[in-house]
C-alpha cells in the first residue's frame, strides 16, 4: 500500500498544474453543494422552530359568551396536538393594542364600541410539516362559534413553495457540478496514464496484474477528491465565519432561531462524497481504457 500511495504521490507533483486544476474543480463543487446544504438544513431548523410550540390565535364570533370557554377548550384539546390555551378578551385586546399603538391612542379613544373579537391564543406541539399545521387549523375552524384561525399560513405557504422550488433548482446545479468535476477527474486521470503508457505496457509484459497497474491511479483519484473535498469544506468555513459576526446574527434575531454551520455528520458525508467522486472519475476513465 506504502508503494502504490508514494506511486500516486509522485504522479501528482509531476503533472502539479493539471491536478491542481482538478482538486480546485472538486473544491468548487464541493463549496457549491456545501452552500446548499448549509442552507436548506437552517432553512429546515427555522421552519422546525416555526412548527414546533407554532402560535395560532382563533377568533371567537359575536354569538361568544365566556360561559362557553370550558366547552370550547375542551373540543379544541380533543383535537390534539396543543400544548397551552390562553384566553384573551375582547376589553384585553383592546388594552394590549391601545399600548402598542401609542400614536393611535386618541382615535381608539373615540371608539364607541369595540371592534375587536375575544380570542384564543394556542400553542401547538411539534408538527412534521405545514400540512400538520393547516390540518388542525381547519378542524378548529370547523367548530361553529369560532370566526377564523390565524397561524401565519398566507406567508409560510409561500415561503414553503418558494423554498421547495430553490431546493429543486439547488439539487440541479449540485448535480451539473458533480458532473462537471467527475469528467474532469476521469480525464485527468486519462491523461496521466497516457503520460504513463510506455511504464504501463512494461508492467504488463514482465506479468503485473490489473490491479498493480490500476491501484496508483485508484489512490491519486482518491486523494485529489479528499485534497478537494477538505479545500471546498475550508473555503465554506472560512466564508461563514466571516458573516456569522454579521449578517447571520441580525438574521437570527429576526426568525428566533441561530444559524449553525454544517453538523458533523454533514461534513463527514461530503468529504466522503468529494472522495468518492475522485475514485468514481478514475474508475470510470480506467474502464475505457484498460479494456
Known sequence: MNHFLKKALADIC???VLNLITIIT????ILVVSVFLLFFENASRVIESWNQGGRAMIYFKKEFHPEMLPELKTKINALGGIDRITYISKTQAL??????????????KTLKENPLPDA???R??????FEDVKGLAQAIQAIDIVEAVEYG???LEQFLKIFNLFKMAGYSLCSLFFLIALFITANTVRMAFYSRKLEVEIMRLVGATETFIKAPFYLEGLVQGFLGGILGLTALSISYLT?????T????ADVFVDIRFLSVKIIVLIVFGSTFLGWFGCYLSLKQILK
Open 120 to 122: 384564543l391564543e394556542i
Open 249 to 252: 446574527q441580525h438574521l437570527a
Open 95 to 108: 388594552e394590549d393594542l391601545k399600548k402598542k399603538l401609542s400614536t393611535g391612542t386618541a382615535f381608539l
Open 243 to 247: 458573516f456569522s459576526s454579521g449578517m
Open 14 to 16: 509531476s503533472n502539479r
Open 124 to 129: 401547538m406541539t411539534s408538527y412534521h410539516n
Open 26 to 29: 472538486i473544491s468548487l463543487s
Open 153 to 155: 399560513q398566507g406567508w
